[in-house]
Structures are given as C-alpha cells and as structure tokens.
Nanobody, 123 residues
Framework: VQLQASGGGLVQAGDSLRLSCAAS????????MGWFRRAPGKEREFVAA????????YYADSVKGRFTISRDNGKNTMYLQMNTLKSEDTAVYYC?????????????????WGQGTEVTVSS
C-alpha cells in the first residue's frame, strides 16, 4: 500500500485547512485509516481514525469538535478537515493505513505510512 499525503501549508490561527491522503495498492475500503501528527520536539500523536465504510470515527480529545476525518472509497482518498486551527496544531501530519479494520489509535497498530505533510499555524 502506498500513501500520499497532501494539503499542508501555512495558515493563521482560526483558519481552516483540508488534508488529503491518496492510497493505492490495495482495496481501499479494506483498510482502517488514521491521521497522526508530530509537532517540533514532540513525539508522534494520534489525531483521528476512520473505519472502512467511513461511518465509524474516533478523535483525539485535542481535536474533537474542530477536525473531521472522512474518506471517499470511490476515490481511494481519506481527508482531514481542520477548522479553527490553533498554533498548537502546528506539526507534520501523517496518514496511515491498517490491514485490519478497526479504529486504531496507536502507531504500532498501523502497517503503512505516508510521507507527511507540514501544517504551520501562525498566531
């Protein structure tokens, strides 16, 4: 499975941004998907996860109510809509795929990783 994340950029606090993750190499709907991020000087942390059909989702408390994870299985693409961005959201965001369809929140539960896309939020 190959994952390609895109959509990062430099925005101001309060702005919105949408990240995309294009997948190839396997039936997309058979993959559990997730977003993680790594802020400067910090460890990688879970952001959100989504089930194969896009119905079940799970969020970190820090982004709940501001971020929305979704997927379009027809386009083999996952999204992360980020609203009301804060400076503490500044990080490199990674998309990940798991061979087993569950809402995984730990990095070791994912089998495939994208290259990351950088999000910088200025205050």
């Amino acid at each position: 499975v190959q994952l390609q994340a895109s959509g990062g950029g430099l925005v101001q606090a309060g702005d919105s941004l949408r990240l995309s993750c294009a997948a190839s190499g396997r039936t997309f709907s058979s993959l559990g998907m997730g977003w993680f991020r790594r802020a400067p000087g910090k460890e990688r942390e879970f952001v959100a996860a989504i089930g194969g059909l896009g119905v079940s989702t799970y969020y970190a408390d820090s982004v709940k109510g501001r971020f929305t994870i979704s997927r379009d299985n027809g386009k083999n693409t996952m999204y992360l809509q980020m609203n009301t961005l804060k400076s503490e959201d500044t990080a490199v965001y990674y998309c990940a795929a798991a061979s087993r369809l569950r809402l995984w929140a730990r990095p070791e539960q994912y089998d495939y990783w994208g290259q990351g896309t950088e999000v910088t939020v200025s205050s």
